[in-house]
């Protein structure tokens, strides 16, 4: 019987979860009125931090509003139904098993948080302001916020691209030519262990603008990851395949573009992952220390004024930010290596 692609995809999947099925334990009525209390745990920690956000009196003239309120209420409105659902849907009950002691953990550590802060005062401001006091500080300067984080992506992606593109040129070349590795590699070596950021006072002065200088850190932080891991993947590469395509007709490019590239992919794009690590954290630096626009000069900034509610504020962004950059990279990663689970 024969399966297109879409109907392989599925097969497997419904094999997966038959498979998980099958290898499932029997579980007693204990167990599963335990995964029952456990999956709605999350929902009940959500309700207690709730109360105690509202009901429990604040330390001092500290003051809440609905805002965070609101934000714990979505919060605890999707776990329930995502526990809701896990009831009727087997894929979903499995995951959410899973994650449910974890969400109900975050809520935990909210509301400690909430306690030591709004409510008791142990962490002192202006220091440690409360979340909802965080938040607030976002919606009010959420104009500026919003162009630094714009300022920011421009700023990463342009290195990041800049030093993707160099580093597989350069990891292609020194991989599959020896001449061209016996005059490169001892660069790379030399300066590839010495963290970008090192190089920053001095490009800052050479460079005609501190944007340039900073594309100038990024991108060579990702030069040397993505270098370093195409010439890992082209070497790799069986030189049985090159002995094959070599047969069948196979010269010059054609030896790079179907053989040596594809081969070395897996490895090229870890590389591209691990660059935008690199770049993330030269992206920060260069922004406080030159760049005039963007989260990490917004910090410095806030810092500098004692605003430390919009400086946790732009903190917090960071980390979503880098999340969703880093999320996105994952998934481009698998859709491209997709045939690697065939």
Known sequence: MEYNSGEKTKYIVKNKDELMAMEEKPKTKAQRILDRVIMFLPVLMALIHLAEYYYMPNYSANTNTHVYGGFIMVLGAACLVGAIVSLFH???????????????????LLMGYDLLTLKSGKLMMPYFPWVDKIMNAAIQDRAYLIDCVKNSLILLFTGYFI????????????????????????????????PSTTWLPLVMVLMS????????????????????????????VNREYFLAARTLGAKGNQLITKIA????????????????????????????????????WYITWQKSW???????????????????????????KKGVLKWQED
């Open 90 to 108: 087997r894929k979903t009950f499995y995951y959410y098993r899973k994650k449910a002691p974890f969400y109900t953990f975050v809520f935990f």
């Open 163 to 194: 030093g993707v593109v160099l580093g597989i040129i350069t990891g292609i070349l020194c991989g599959y030519s020896k001449k061209v590795s016996y005059w490169v590699m001892p660069f790379i070596k030399l300066l590839g262990p010495i």
């Open 209 to 236: 603008s501190l944007f340039k200088g900073a594309v100038f850190i990024i991108a060579l932080g990702v030069w040397f990851s993505v270098t370093i891991a195409t010439i890992t993947g082209i070497t790799n």
């Open 261 to 296: 590239i594809p081969s070395a992919l897996p490895s090229i794009l870890q590389g591209m992952t691990q660059g935008m690590s690199s770049a993330c954290t030269a992206l920060l630096v260069a922004e406080m220390l030159g760049v005039e626009s963007g989260l990490g």
């Open 306 to 332: 004692a605003e430390f509610p919009k400086m946790y504020a732009a903190i917090i962004i960071i980390c979503i930010t880098f999340i969703i950059v880093n999320w996105i990279l994952t998934k481009i």
